[in-house]
C-alpha cells in the first residue's frame, strides 16, 4: 500500500511539472483520480469487446464538468483556466481531423479517433498514424459530401458531446476556414456549442443576454459578426464602444470591429438573428 501511494504521489508530480501538460496541481490530481476511473473503464471494455478506446461518453462530459467547476473554485480562470481545462479533458478525448494527426507527432499526447480521408498527410504522418494501435481510425472516401473536420464534428455530436473546441481551423486555406464558421451554426442546430480557437482568436455564436467578464476574456479585443442575416436591436453594454438597439448588417460590420470591455463586466443583448463573437490579440 505504501509503495503504491507513493507511486500515484510521483505520477500526480510528473504530470504538474512536465512541460507539456500545463496543468496545475489541482489539474494533475483531477488526472490522476479520472484517469483511475477510466483504465478501469477500460479495461472492462477490454474483456466485454476487445477494445480500449473510449467512446466521447457521458463519464467524459461529467469529468470535464466537474474539472471546469473545480478549477473555477480553485481561482484558475480565463485563458488559463480554458487551457487548462482543453489539457485535462484531452486526457479523456481527442479526435485528430485528417491532417491533424501531424500535430501529435513528437508530443506524448495520442489523439483517440482519427477522422478523414487522410490525402493531406505527409509520408511521416501516415507512418507516425500507423504506430497509433489505441486509436481508433475512421477512414473516409475523398469524395464526399462534408469535409474531413465537418466529419470530425458530426462524430463527436453523435456521441454525445455537447461542447467542441476545435484547434488549427484558421490555417491557410480561407475556403477551409469559411467552411469552419459554417460548423458554428451546425452546432447550434443539433444543441451543441462549437468554439473555434486558435493562438490569436476565441471565436462561437453567443445567445441572447450573454454576459462576459473583463478578468476572463481571451485577449484585448472583442468584435461582433452577423451570420446569415441581419442582428436587430443589437445592445452593448461595458464596452468602450457601446451600442444601443443597433440593427447590425453585413454592410457594416466594420462598426463592431476591435472593441474592447471597459468595465468588469459587459453584456450583449440582441433581438434576433445569429451573433458571431470574434475575441483576440495581437
Not at 469535409?147 to 476545435?166: F, L, P, R
Request: charged share 15%; hydrophobic share 45%.
Amino acid at each position: 500500500m505504501k509503495f503504491l501511494l507513493l507511486a500515484i504521489l510521483v505520477l500526480t508530480l510528473l504530470v504538474w511539472l512536465v512541460p507539456a501538460i500545463p496543468v496545475t496541481l489541482v489539474g494533475a490530481i483531477i488526472v490522476v483520480i479520472f484517469g483511475f476511473f477510466f483504465a478501469t473503464v477500460s479495461s472492462r471494455m477490454v474483456g466485454i469487446v476487445g477494445s480500449s478506446n473510449n467512446p466521447v461518453s457521458g463519464m467524459a462530459i461529467a469529468t470535464l464538468l466537474i474539472t471546469t467547476m473545480i478549477l473555477k473554485a480553485t481561482g484558475t480562470i480565463g485563458m488559463t483556466g480554458m487551457v487548462a481545462s482543453i489539457a485535462i479533458g484531452s486526457v479523456i478525448c481527442i479526435i485528430a481531423a485528417d491532417r491533424g494527426v501531424e500535430f501529435f507527432m513528437g508530443t506524448d499526447l495520442k489523439p483517440d479517433i482519427a477522422v478523414g480521408d487522410f490525402d493531406s498527410l505527409s509520408k511521416e504522418g501516415e507512418a507516425y498514424m500507423e504506430t497509433l494501435i489505441n486509436t481508433e481510425i475512421l477512414r473516409l472516401k475523398p469524395e464526399k459530401d462534408d469535409s474531413d473536420t465537418q466529419s470530425a464534428v458530426n462524430y463527436a455530436i453523435e456521441h454525445g458531446a455537447g461542447k467542441i473546441i476545435i484547434l488549427g481551423a484558421t490555417g491557410n486555406r480561407i475556403d477551409h476556414l469559411m467552411a469552419n464558421f459554417g460548423l458554428l451554426m451546425l452546432g447550434k442546430s443539433k444543441n451543441a456549442q462549437i468554439i473555434l480557437a486558435d493562438k490569436y482568436n476565441y471565436m462561437c455564436l453567443i445567445e441572447n443576454g450573454t454576459i462576459l467578464k473583463k478578468e476572463e476574456q481571451f485577449g484585448k479585443y472583442v468584435s461582433f459578426f452577423t451570420v446569415g442575416g441581419d442582428v436587430t436591436g443589437l445592445t452593448l453594454r461595458g464596452f468602450k464602444y457601446p451600442l444601443n438597439g443597433y440593427r447590425l448588417t453585413v454592410a457594416d460590420s466594420g462598426l463592431t470591429v476591435s472593441n474592447e470591455i471597459s468595465e468588469e463586466t459587459a453584456e450583449i443583448l440582441y433581438e434576433s438573428g445569429q451573433l458571431l463573437m470574434i475575441m483576440s490579440r495581437d
